[in-house]
T-cell receptor, first 114, second 112 residues
C-alpha cells in the first residue's frame, strides 16, 4: 500500500493563478482531511470529508475548494492564489477506527505564492 | 479563540530525563485526544489516543494522561533519547467526531 499520496511536492505560483493539489489514498478510508501548516506553527484544518459526495469546512476554508467524487481522491483547489496561501499542505485519511482514530498523513505539498 | 494550546516554547532536556509536554483545550469536551510526532519536512505520525474515560495510557516509554476537569492532557517520554527530538502535536475532535483539529505543537530537543 502506498498510503496517502500527494502531488505535487513543490509548486511556485504567481498571485492570482489557480491550481489543484491532488491527494489519493489506497486504504479505503472514508474520512479525508486537508490541513495547512505555516512555519513553526501547528496544523490548521481547511476542509474535511466523511465520505464520497460529502465535504465540510474546517477552521480556515476561505480561498479554497474541495470535492470528493470517489473514496480514494480528495483534491484541494486554490482559485486565486494569494501570498497568504504560502504554506505546506498536508492531506490525511482515517478509517475512524474505534481504537485509534489514527490519521495517516501524506508527505506534504510545499506551495509558494509570489 | 484558541481551542487547543501547547507550549510554544521549545523544550530542551538532558538525555535520560523525563520530558513532559502539555496540551490544554477550551470550549469543548472531546471524547478522546490524540498525540502525534512530526519530524522536520515530514507529515505527522500517530502515537497514542486516550479516551475521556481513561485517566492514563502507556505505550513503551510514552505515557499520556487526560484530565477532563482541567481540560488538559500531559504527554510524558521517560528515559528520553536524542532520537526523541521532534515536534509533538496534540489533536482532538472539535464539535463533531470527524472534525479533527490540532494544537500548535511543542518542539522537543534531547541533548546527549
Amino acid at each position: 500500500n502506498a498510503g496517502v499520496t500527494q502531488t505535487p511536492k513543490f509548486r511556485i505560483l504567481k498571485i492570482g493563478q489557480s491550481m489543484t493539489l491532488q491527494c489519493t489514498q489506497d486504504m479505503n478510508h472514508n474520512y479525508m482531511y486537508w490541513y495547512r501548516q505555516d512555519p513553526g506553527m501547528g496544523l490548521k484544518l481547511i476542509y474535511y470529508s466523511v465520505g464520497a459526495g460529502i465535504t465540510d469546512k474546517g477552521e480556515v476554508p476561505n480561498g479554497y475548494n474541495v470535492s470528493r467524487s470517489t473514496t480514494e481522491d480528495f483534491p484541494l483547489r486554490l482559485e486565486l492564489a494569494a501570498p497568504s496561501q504560502t504554506s505546506v499542505y498536508f492531506c490525511a485519511s482515517s478509517s475512524q477506527d474505534r481504537d485509534t482514530g489514527e490519521l495517516f498523513f501524506g508527505e506534504g505539498s510545499r506551495l509558494t505564492v509570489l | 479563540s484558541q481551542k487547543i494550546e501547547q507550549n510554544s516554547e521549545a523544550l530542551n532536556i538532558q538525555e535520560g530525563k523525563t520530558a513532559t509536554l502539555t496540551c490544554n483545550y477550551t470550549n469543548y469536551s472531546p471524547a478522546y485526544l490524540q498525540w502525534y510526532r512530526q519530524d522536520p519536512g515530514r507529515g505527522p505520525v500517530f502515537l497514542l489516543l486516550i479516551r475521556e474515560n481513561e485517566k492514563e495510557k502507556r505505550k513503551e516509554r510514552l505515557k499520556v494522561t487526560f484530565d477532563t476537569t482541567l481540560k488538559q492532557s500531559l504527554f510524558h517520554i521517560t528515559a528520553s533519547q536524542p532520537a526523541d527530538s521532534a515536534t509533538y502535536l496534540c489533536a482532538l475532535p472539535y464539535s463533531s467526531a470527524s472534525k479533527i483539529i490540532f494544537g500548535s505543537g511543542t518542539r522537543l530537543s534531547i541533548r546527549p
